[in-house]
């Protein structure tokens, strides 16, 4: 019999949460009120109170980076957090990184890796057969440092983008751009919530991106550590691991010094003109048509939300 599970969660992370349903149904009885006799879990770090709050056999969460939700950076926020675990939670769920350092002195942590909609994305998989353009991909906040990997990228004179474009600093919102904000801030977020949530300012639409991903070779991501309250990245950018499902190969920097968990993912220097070289190294020592494949390959596989979900069941399961 399935375990019954009400999830709490708030209309950011929908979007997050929107490939995983499928296999949440699959694993769970999922249920709209929480109650004695159901698991509640608290999908993103704004919900944790509001979950903590309600009825329920046993409770759960998933932490991850979030805006204002920052414990690695902001200690105050790491002892509360800290306290609704031991008081209210049975099992918290984060991802390799950050969140998992940050509050790694708590004996109820279990660690999975990050979920990409795989089965969307791998249908516009392409195997490269060079490492002859580049991409950076990512929103443009503060933790990001897009201006380093747009520097290593001008460093190798390899053709590359920076997607979606930085908006230059005497470059105004048009009025065209406002109504089309609003539109899907309050009239398409109404009806379809998850998609209309990266077509905000500073984001493309999701199929935009992924077609983005598959126009470039390599994908690099090459950040220093930006301490910062209200902003964390994690170990990984789902924009990451999404292009290396197209099979792009990726160049990354291991940012807050915690180890290269994928095989295929090269781990580069934090300054540019070395990471540069390093990238041409690399592209000139494999083959790039037997390593997109395996990129792909890996990523798919250790990313994808069945395993991710099924995971979590078992945890659960393990605590009733």
Request: glycine residues 4%; contains cysteine.
């Amino acid at each position: 019999m399935k375990t019954k599970l009400k999830i709490f969660v708030s209309k950011a992370p929908l979007y997050f949460l929107k490939w995983e349903l499928p296999y949440f149904e699959k694993e769970f009885k999922l249920v709209d009120e929480p109650g004695e006799d159901t698991v509640s879990l608290a999908f993103g770090p704004d919900v944790l109170e509001e979950c903590a709050s309600s009825p329920a056999l046993k409770r759960a969460a998933f932490l991850f980076p979030f805006y204002n939700y920052n414990p690695y950076h902001d200690l105050s926020y790491r002892e509360k957090v800290l306290a609704l675990i031991e008081n209210f939670y049975d099992a918290v769920f984060v991802n390799p990184g950050p969140i998992n350092q940050a509050l790694s002195t708590c004996g109820k942590l279990f660690s999975h890796p990050f979920s990409v909609d795989v089965d969307k994305i791998r249908k516009m998989k392409r195997v490269r057969k060079t490492v002859g353009s580049l991409i950076h991909v990512s929103a443009d906040s503060p933790q990001k440092d897009w201006e380093r990997s747009q520097k290593v990228m001008q460093l190798t004179g390899l053709p590359y983008e920076i997607f979606p474009p930085r908006r230059q600093p005497d470059q105004k919102v048009t009025f065209k751009e406002r109504v089309l904000w609003r539109y899907n801030k309050y009239i398409v977020k109404a009806l379809k919530p998850a998609e209309a949530l990266r077509k905000t300012l500073g984001y493309a639409d999701h199929l935009t991106t992924i077609k983005k991903y598959v126009e470039y070779d390599g994908f690099v991501h090459i950040a220093a550590k930006k301490p910062d309250k209200l902003h964390l990245d994690g170990k990984y950018t789902a924009a990451l691991l999404e292009a290396g499902v197209t099979g792009a190969i990726i160049f990354w920097h291991d940012t807050f010094g915690l180890g290269n968990d994928f095989e295929t993912i090269f781990a580069l220097s934090k300054e540019p003109q070395t990471a540069a070289r390093e990238i041409l190294e690399i592209k000139d020592r494999i083959v790039a048509e037997k390593h997109s494949a395996r990129t792909s390959e890996e990523i798919s596989e250790r990313c994808h939300p069945q395993k991710i979900v099924r995971f979590r069941r078992r945890v659960i399961e393990s605590i009733l």
